[in-house]
């Protein structure tokens, strides 16, 4: 089992920084990627960013490309996304996840408990 702890969330203004992490526990060893969903009021959960442990390669939506970063460190233990020129329709509540690398593709296995982000205009 993983656990996930997500932080960095809050309140920021349309156009300001923040940034995120998450820091995961137990048998990370297996973990063969880690990311983010995020989730608004009435709207499904949708994909932001992934990054590989192995090699680093990273994947982003659309919608935050050029905006936000994922990153993790060396250890494997944890991921974050700096995410820069915040706007409003990014205010979510934002989750951590976890593949355990059971699959020939990436899987979201584990998942934190969520961490909010408000976004002011």
């Known amino acids: 089992q993983v656990q996930l702890v997500e932080s960095g969330g809050g309140l920021v203004q349309a156009g300001g920084p923040l940034r995120l992490s998450c820091a995961a526990s137990g048998r990370t060893f297996s973990n063969r990627a880690m990311g983010w969903f995020r989730q608004a009021p009435g709207k499904e959960r949708e994909f932001v960013a992934r990054?590989?442990?192995?090699?680093?390669?990273?994947y982003y939506a659309d919608s935050v490309k050029g905006r936000f970063t994922i990153s993790r460190d060396n250890a494997k233990t944890t991921v974050y996304v700096q995410m820069n020129s915040l706007k409003p329709e990014d205010a979510a509540v934002y989750y951590c996840f976890a593949d355990a690398g059971t699959r020939p593709y990436v899987t979201y296995d584990y998942w934190g408990q969520g961490t909010q982000v408000t976004v002011s205009s």
């Open positions: 990054i590989m442990w192995s090699g680093g390669s990273t």
